[in-house]
């Protein structure tokens, strides 16, 4: 214990200096005034060789605390990403779905144990309807996509192997095919299948190195990586962690979550449960990885029976409130598609205007080409007659055409100038220029 303390004094020194640590004790002064917790949220990603130190085990000499062990700070490491996360409303129960992997080709894992200790643990959650559990028959990418697509999911659990591939910068887990062999995943494929399920808000990663990344890639590791493509929450270990642990964890964790914990406050009771256990490692080994601006990343509405007076008056409250909300935006976009109407109805109106002023234009530009057509009939028989002379001048000329085209263009454009039909006076042609040999 003393070895432990004595590393997250040096790891709190480290973070907590000069005005940093006076602007998180005056934070903490206020929050605690108000009765309120103040999240401590990492933000490494402009560091990631910094992502491989247990930042778990801040500890405060003053206080004589871990930071992490309290539900009023908890500590996640926050990455920063553009698209929003919006709690989820879950009805009870709380939807857990647990895959197991343990290749014949790989160390083995204790399966049906595994299993039977995580129904144990949650047995009285089970019994209560407020937790749902089903295991996942085959532990294979495409048996996920398949449960997924029939029927909605809200936490999935992964116990199995996990690990860090060094050539590639890429976490992996360790799936199986069809042979019951190991097939090594990419965190980015299970990121892709994970993505389009928008009701599943939580990965637990039960596998060691399962938080590892890359010294240069943040988003490198299991969980950085299905954060990244769009999983609101992952927890992963950091450490390996015994079975007793990952006992007590599952049933604290879960408990405090379909209680409506946030998922952050929901670790650190499961710590505190861990390390009221007798363990004094062990309770910093789950990590916590989150997109949420805060850690409600969905509200569980438990039965009615089960909900006293007051807390049918809040629901109803708040129904009321997000009834009133809606009108407001039924009524604000109503006023707008009103607005666009009449803009459009405007623009159409000045449209008209412009083609009744542009007609009288169009009438008197055919008046005047009637006018014009007697010249015009003039100025062809000019050329004609300019076609017949001109080459008997220049018979022993071989640029006789050269000459004779010049003179027809030349006439035509001396009879009539064709105007733009639209009444702008634009000519729609420019007229030949007449070449400097020509006499």
């Not at 129904?119 to 996942?136: D, F, Y």
């Amino acid at each position: 214990m003393e070895a432990v303390k004595t590393l997250g004094k040096g790891l709190y020194e480290a973070v907590f200096s000069g005005d940093v640590r006076d602007c998180w004790r005056s934070s903490l002064s206020e929050a605690e005034a108000q009765n309120a917790g103040l999240r401590l949220r990492l933000r490494i990603a402009d560091a990631p060789e910094l992502t491989d130190i247990p930042w778990e085990y801040l500890y405060n000499v003053r206080l004589n605390r871990f930071l992490s062990l309290s539900e009023y700070t908890p500590l996640i490491r926050y990455l920063d990403l553009p698209e929003r996360i919006r709690p989820l409303e879950v009805d009870s129960p709380l939807k857990i779905l647990v895959m197991i992997s343990s290749p014949a080709d790989y160390p083995a894992l204790d399966v049906e144990g595994e299993w039977s200790r995580l129904n144990k643990a949650l047995a009285g959650l089970i019994g209560s309807g407020q937790v749902w559990l089903e295991r996942l028959a085959t532990p294979r990418l495409s048996v996920l996509q398949r449960k997924l697509r029939g029927d909605e999911f809200h936490i999935l659990d992964f116990v199995g192997h996990a690990g860090f591939d060094r050539e590639t910068q890429d976490g992996i887990l360790v799936l199986c095919d069809e042979a019951g062999k190991g097939r090594l995943v990419a965190a980015e494929n299970l990121g892709t299948i994970l993505h389009d399920h928008r009701s599943l808000r939580l990965v637990v990663l039960n596998a060691c190195e399962g938080s590892r990344s890359s010294r240069s890639d943040p988003f490198a590791g299991v969980a950085q990586t299905l954060v990244q493509h769009g999983v609101p929450a992952v927890i992963a270990m950091q450490f390996e962690i015994t079975d007793e642990a990952a006992i007590t964890f599952a049933e604290e964790f879960y408990a405090a979550t379909a209680d409506g914990y946030p998922v952050d406050a929901a670790l650190s009771a499961s710590r505190k449960a861990i390390f009221a256990a007798g363990n004094d490692i062990e309770w910093g080994t789950p990590v916590l990885y989150l997109r949420a601006p805060n850690g409600q990343i969905f509200t569980v509405n438990r039965d009615e029976a089960a909900q006293g007076p007051e807390e049918k008056q809040r629901a109803e409250a708040a129904r009321l409130a997000v009834e009133e909300k809606q009108r407001a935006e039924a009524t604000r976009l109503a006023v707008e598609e009103e607005q666009r109407a009449e803009a459009t109805r405007l623009a159409v109106e000045e449209e008209q205007r412009q083609a009744s002023e542009l007609l009288p234009n169009r009438l008197h530009w055919h008046l005047n080409r009637r006018a014009q057509s007697g010249i015009s009939i003039a100025g062809v028989a000019i050329a004609l007659l300019g076609l017949v002379l001109v080459p008997s001048q220049f018979r022993y000329t071989q640029n006789f055409s050269w000459v004779a085209v010049p003179v027809v263009a030349l006439l035509a454009s001396a009879t009539s100038s064709p105007l733009d039909p639209n009444g702008s006076g634009r000519r729609l042609c420019s007229p030949v220029s007449t070449p400097s040999w020509l006499p």
